[in-house]
């Protein structure tokens, strides 16, 4: 291992608030009747978009280009949560959000988690000597958006509490979250296709969000830190995480868009090792959407493991 490799360190990410919808958080109810839906982050935000149509105000927590995971809530957000219809959350990302959810919307809260079979979360001896925020505890790995298929569940799952909280639109709702799953099995089915042949199935990321889609396409993610994108991998980690990568003849390092690339790039240097971005999909692209962003990682997965 380098002297660089092992003082390289993760760079932490700016806190922000609001993305869409009204400034500062969820309004109670827009002038033209629509049902208000706040989502904690990106992904939860399409889908609630897609899912409400025409009949819900959807508003943003989280600001393009921040980390979800270290959001801080303005009074104005947290006061927004009192209001809203439904927010749209998953436990164990945001802790600010589950906090405020818990204390002021626990009675109008949909915690995407409970809609499918979590991945248990990653072990904690594999990324022993970390030092990063503190975020809740919870047994499970919260990525669940990274599987279109368990996501086309959540679509579904959410039309349902939509239809509930909005009977008067409940057809458009199930219409809408049918045709978004079916979008969603789409891709599922693309990226199983597109993953389904190639010459190696070893990804070394920057932090390890890439659980769902490394268990749905059969990859082997070998993440330099853990869930917390904050984390500082320790020395060990570090050497492990290259020795593995030398072994596995890994061609690529991947990097992420809301995280600094410093530690990568430099692990790539040490095992000969080229870069590229793949995005764990937490804010929204800069250039189209979710969906968009996917493919966009299949693109990129399959020229990195030589994917026939």
Known sequence: MSAALLAAT??????????????????SASTDGKTTVTAAMYPLQWLAERVGGPDAAVTGLTKPGVEPHDLELSPLQVGGLET??????????????????????????????????????????E???????????????????????????????????LAAADPAHARGYRD??????????????????????????????????????????KLHQIGISGLDPDAEPSPARLAEVAKVAKQEKVTTIFTETLVSPKVAEILAQ????????LDPVESRPSNGDYLSAMRQNLSTLQAALSCS
Do not use: M, N
């Open 84 to 125: 809203t219809g439904l927010v749209v959350y998953i436990r164990g990302v945001q802790p600010a959000v589950d906090e405020a959810v818990e204390q002021h919307a626990a009675d109008r809260a949909f915690d995407a988690a409970t809609a499918v079979t979590p991945l248990p979360a990653v072990a904690e001896e």
């Open 10 to 27: 993760a760079c932490g990410t700016e806190v922000g608030s609001t993305s869409g919808g009204s400034p500062g958080g969820a309004s």
């Open 176 to 217: 809408r979250a049918a045709a978004t799953a079916a979008d969603l099995t789409a891709l599922d089915g693309e990226l199983a296709k597109g993953l389904a042949t190639c010459s190696s199935d070893a990804i070394v990321t920057s932090h390890s969000a890439f659980g769902y889609l490394a268990d749905r396409y």
């Open 127 to 161: 990324h022993h000597g970390e030092e990063g925020h503190e975020h809740e505890e919870v047994d499970y790995d919260p990525h669940l958006w990274l599987d279109p298929a368990r996501f086309a569940t959540v679509a579904t799952k959410l039309g349902e509490r």
């Open 270 to 277: 040490e095992v000969g090792a080229k870069t590229a971005v």
